[in-house]
């Protein structure tokens, strides 16, 4: 690894650590844990920012022979496979309690029968028994190095079991996903579509992390999305407060109750075990084809050769031969003491999966020994009273056929030699070799392990086969119990359709007029009425009011202050006409009946009719005045059109109704001796006033 790849690894994961004990603590403020409705976030904040801290941890004393360094960099890696197994486990709690739509209390672990029965999801259960497998096999790594192991310079290396972490890790990552997806229905939108992008990050840094090793793509995934769930929580959060829904612990819908048969249920259950395994085999799948596609890299081996071979010993996974070519031999010219060879060394891999990617040879050899310049297949050295062999690497003059030409593939050999001169009585078949060798082991080239891949694959093949099955025969049900209710639904809406056409038809219209056009709407409809008292309003100086404002000022006004007397018109029990401009016209007593309170009705409705403009007035800044003009007497009424219908009403009673608007005073209520005499009894008047009205000649009126 790069010092700049270290370096960017260590600041991304402490960065991202410090936000993630950030909101952990934040979750935390105010609240005791054992009532706070987001304690299981809090745990997957914490969990979370230790695990990355402790990632940075194990970066920082990579490679630190100190007695400081060796235990942090086990300690780190130790708690950064137990923390990734935690935050599993609470991950998949925390989706379980949004399912349940309250908090759960982790008591329900200890009972996991009953709590089943009580509609707790069964993956909680599984991913608690994976993560407490996980645990136990990281607890055992630290001192068998089955996960990972250490070499002498305190570097931390993948073992032979390393990929079945990542299966142990990704396993329960799936089953939450499956978990999430079946009870997608139960969840709020934007609560499905928060937990289900916390998946995307992790699921693509298991690719990454199997084909690019050295970046902490899983950790650093894993921080991202517990900042996504906190940044997704205060957003529910916020949801329920502008909702006024604050006494819910957790954002959520409320469950459909629907009437299920009880062999659709087991249909759903059959249902989600094979969805839940086809996932996992997947995920399986894919994690060995990409192991089988990188191979898995094997703990370096160190091999002692107290007795050297003379040919290749296939019993022995790797056999390594070194001795004095008997036909290339003479004395040294310039030293009649030493004898030059050449030396030939032959590297035998007998394994049927494992390359030998790396390799170290050493045999010893007499002080006063040399080598010639140019040997073959290896960089020479000559230190301690030994000869030293490494496999060439990149940048090594000896590198002449490039590095792969060196790695000794499954059933192959690798020969390597020099030109040396040494004392005439030494015999390299006498001396004792150690050869050290790293390798890779190729999955996909043991036919054991073709066999369980296809077993594995034939499986998955038949479980997704099941599930899509199943999941059509449960389409296919759902299809045809909405069926059997389209009828009752639909019927349902075309009596509210009714409901609501009546309701509008007698907001237009009064009741007898609405009941008599239903039943006969291509008759024409027009009565007399003996009794009825009438108002008109307007707004004194409307014209030069509005000349001041826009538009959509002039009509937000008006609206607000005739929605006040419409609402009053509704309790009063008076009926309102129309409104045309500023005006606006009631009417009251449309009975056949002469003698009726209408006029009673109408006074009341008018002063209330001040109250209003008076309230009006105290909350804008536009002060309006209103003149108020009210006359009792016979009429007719009646509805024109036949699509844009409308009613109205007609008469001299309209007539001198509206000239007492007109000629009243503002905020008064000016009505005929007509009004004046069906309501002296319970109002009082000032002295009579005359106006001349078109048509009738000199008019007494009076002012309320």
């Given at each position: 690894?790069?010092?700049?790849t270290?370096?960017?690894?260590?600041?991304?994961?402490?960065?991202?650590?410090?936000?993630?004990?950030q909101?952990g603590?934040f979750?935390?403020?105010g609240?005791?844990?054992k009532?706070n409705?987001?304690?299981?976030?809090?745990?997957?904040?914490f969990f979370t920012?230790?695990?990355?801290?402790s990632?940075?941890?194990?970066?920082?004393y990579r490679?630190?022979t100190?007695?400081v360094?060796?235990?942090?960099?086990?300690?780190?890696?130790f708690?950064?496979f137990?923390?990734?197994a935690s935050?599993?486990?609470?991950l998949c709690?925390y989706?379980?309690?949004f399912i349940k739509q309250?908090?759960?209390?982790f008591?329900?672990?200890?009972?996991p029968?009953?709590?089943?029965?009580?509609g707790?999801?069964?993956h909680?259960?599984?991913?608690l028994?994976l993560?407490?497998?996980?645990f136990c096999?990281i607890?055992v790594?630290?001192?068998?190095?089955?996960?990972?192991?250490?070499d002498?310079?305190n570097l931390y290396?993948?073992?032979?079991f390393?990929p079945?972490?990542v299966?142990l890790g990704i396993?329960?990552?799936i089953?939450v996903?499956?978990m999430l997806?079946?009870?997608?229905?139960?969840?709020?939108?934007?609560v499905?579509?928060?937990?289900?992008?916390?998946f995307?990050?992790p699921?693509l840094?298991?690719?990454?992390?199997?084909?690019s090793?050295?970046?902490?793509?899983m950790?650093v995934?894993?921080?991202?999305?517990?900042?996504?769930?906190?940044?997704?929580?205060m957003?529910l959060?916020e949801?329920?407060?502008?909702?006024e829904?604050?006494s819910a612990l957790?954002?959520?819908p409320v469950?459909?109750t629907?009437?299920v048969s009880?062999?659709?249920?087991k249909?759903?259950?059959?249902?989600?075990f094979?969805q839940?395994?086809s996932?996992?085999?997947g995920?399986i799948i894919f994690?060995?084809?990409i192991v089988?596609?990188?191979?898995?890299?094997?703990p370096?081996?160190k091999?002692t050769i107290?007795?050297?071979?003379?040919e290749?010993?296939?019993?022995?996974s790797?056999?390594?031969t070194?001795s004095?070519?008997?036909?290339?031999?003479w004395?040294d010219g310039?030293d009649?003491?030493?004898?030059?060879?050449?030396?030939d060394?032959?590297i035998?891999?007998?394994?049927?999966?494992?390359?030998?990617t790396?390799?170290?040879f050493s045999?010893s050899?007499?002080?006063?020994s040399?080598?010639?310049?140019?040997?073959?297949?290896?960089?020479f050295?000559?230190s301690?009273?030994?000869?030293n062999v490494?496999k060439?690497?990149?940048g090594d003059?000896?590198?002449?056929h490039g590095e792969?030409?060196?790695?000794?593939?499954?059933?192959k050999?690798?020969?390597?030699?020099?030109i040396?001169y040494t004392p005439?009585?030494y015999?390299?078949?006498?001396?004792?070799?150690v050869?050290?060798?790293?390798?890779?082991l190729?999955?996909?080239?043991?036919?054991?392990?073709?066999?369980?891949?296809?077993?594995l694959?034939?499986?998955f093949?038949i479980s997704?086969?099941v599930?899509?099955f199943e999941g059509k025969?449960i389409?296919?049900?759902?299809?045809?119990r909405?069926?059997?209710?389209t009828?009752?639904e639909?019927?349902?809406?075309?009596e509210a359709?009714?409901?609501?056409?009546?309701?509008?038809?007698?907001n237009?219209?009064?009741?007898?007029?609405?009941?008599?056009?239903s039943?006969?709407?291509?008759s024409?409809?027009?009565k007399?009425y003996?009794n009825v008292t009438?108002?008109?309003?307007?707004?004194?100086?409307f014209?030069k009011?509005s000349g001041?404002?826009?538009?959509?000022?002039?009509?937000?006004?008006?609206?607000?202050?005739?929605?006040m007397?419409?609402?009053r018109a509704q309790?009063?029990?008076i009926e309102?006409?129309?409104?045309i401009g500023d005006a606006?016209?009631?009417a009251?007593?449309?009975?056949l009946?002469?003698?009726?309170?209408?006029?009673f009705?109408m006074i009341?409705?008018a002063k209330g009719?001040?109250?209003?403009v008076?309230?009006?007035?105290?909350?804008s800044n536009?002060?309006?005045q209103i003149r108020?003009g009210?006359?009792s007497?016979?009429?007719?009424a009646?509805?024109i059109?036949?699509?844009?219908f409308?009613y109205d009403?007609?008469?001299?009673t309209?007539?001198?109704?509206?000239?007492?608007?007109?000629?009243g005073l503002?905020m008064?209520?000016?009505?005929?001796?007509?009004?004046?005499?069906?309501?002296m009894?319970?109002?009082?008047?000032?002295?009579?006033t005359?106006i001349?009205?078109k048509g009738k000649?000199?008019?007494?009126?009076?002012f309320?």
């Amino acid at each position: 690894m790069s010092d700049f790849t270290r370096f960017i690894s260590i600041s991304s994961l402490l960065f991202i650590s410090f936000f993630c004990f950030q909101t952990g603590i934040f979750l935390c403020s105010g609240h005791k844990l054992k009532q706070n409705g987001r304690r299981t976030l809090v745990f997957v904040e914490f969990f979370t920012g230790f695990m990355l801290l402790s990632d940075a941890l194990a970066y920082f004393y990579r490679g630190n022979t100190t007695a400081v360094g060796f235990y942090m960099v086990r300690l780190s890696n130790f708690f950064v496979f137990v923390c990734n197994a935690s935050v599993s486990f609470f991950l998949c709690f925390y989706v379980c309690e949004f399912i349940k739509q309250s908090r759960l209390n982790f008591s329900i672990l200890l009972a996991p029968r009953d709590s089943m029965k009580k509609g707790i999801p069964v993956h909680l259960f599984i991913v608690l028994c994976l993560c407490a497998v996980n645990f136990c096999l990281i607890v055992v790594s630290q001192f068998t190095d089955f996960f990972y192991y250490f070499d002498d310079k305190n570097l931390y290396h993948r073992s032979t079991f390393y990929p079945l972490s990542v299966v142990l890790g990704i396993l329960p990552e799936i089953i939450v996903f499956t978990m999430l997806l079946q009870n997608r229905k139960k969840l709020a939108l934007n609560v499905f579509v928060s937990l289900l992008l916390y998946f995307s990050l992790p699921l693509l840094s298991v690719a990454l992390i199997l084909v690019s090793y050295g970046f902490p793509w899983m950790n650093v995934s894993f921080g991202l999305g517990a900042l996504h769930l906190f940044y997704s929580s205060m957003k529910l959060l916020e949801l329920e407060f502008c909702s006024e829904n604050r006494s819910a612990l957790i954002a959520g819908p409320v469950y459909k109750t629907e009437a299920v048969s009880t062999e659709s249920k087991k249909r759903v259950v059959r249902s989600h075990f094979w969805q839940a395994l086809s996932l996992c085999l997947g995920g399986i799948i894919f994690v060995l084809v990409i192991v089988s596609i990188k191979g898995v890299s094997l703990p370096e081996k160190k091999l002692t050769i107290e007795k050297p071979y003379t040919e290749n010993d296939e019993e022995k996974s790797v056999c390594v031969t070194f001795s004095r070519n008997a036909e290339k031999q003479w004395v040294d010219g310039d030293d009649i003491g030493r004898t030059g060879a050449q030396y030939d060394g032959v590297i035998f891999n007998n394994m049927k999966s494992t390359i030998i990617t790396d390799w170290k040879f050493s045999i010893s050899v007499p002080d006063n020994s040399s080598v010639d310049p140019g040997p073959w297949n290896g960089t020479f050295s000559l230190s301690g009273g030994r000869l030293n062999v490494n496999k060439p690497h990149e940048g090594d003059k000896e590198n002449i056929h490039g590095e792969d030409f060196y790695r000794i593939t499954p059933l192959k050999t690798l020969g390597f030699g020099c030109i040396m001169y040494t004392p005439h009585d030494y015999q390299p078949l006498a001396q004792e070799i150690v050869f050290t060798y790293s390798c890779v082991l190729k999955p996909l080239t043991n036919t054991f392990f073709d066999i369980f891949l296809a077993l594995l694959f034939v499986v998955f093949i038949i479980s997704t086969t099941v599930m899509l099955f199943e999941g059509k025969l449960i389409r296919v049900e759902e299809e045809n119990r909405k069926l059997e209710s389209t009828v009752k639904e639909r019927t349902r809406e075309l009596e509210a359709e009714k409901n609501r056409s009546e309701h509008l038809l007698l907001n237009i219209l009064p009741k007898e007029i609405a009941k008599e056009l239903s039943a006969h709407p291509e008759s024409t409809i027009a009565k007399e009425y003996p009794n009825v008292t009438v108002l008109f309003t307007d707004i004194v100086g409307f014209t030069k009011i509005s000349g001041e404002m826009t538009a959509e000022e002039v009509v937000t006004m008006l609206n607000k202050m005739f929605s006040m007397f419409d609402e009053r018109a509704q309790r009063e029990g008076i009926e309102k006409i129309k409104t045309i401009g500023d005006a606006y016209m009631a009417a009251a007593g449309l009975t056949l009946e002469h003698f009726n309170d209408g006029a009673f009705r109408m006074i009341r409705f008018a002063k209330g009719l001040l109250s209003d403009v008076r309230a009006f007035n105290e909350t804008s800044n536009i002060k309006l005045q209103i003149r108020l003009g009210i006359n009792s007497g016979p009429l007719v009424a009646g509805v024109i059109g036949k699509t844009k219908f409308i009613y109205d009403i007609w008469g001299d009673t309209v007539n001198v109704a509206s000239r007492m608007e007109s000629t009243g005073l503002p905020m008064r209520i000016h009505v005929t001796e007509m009004t004046k005499v069906q309501t002296m009894s319970r109002y009082e008047y000032s002295k009579n006033t005359e106006i001349d009205v078109k048509g009738k000649g000199m008019m007494k009126t009076y002012f309320l």
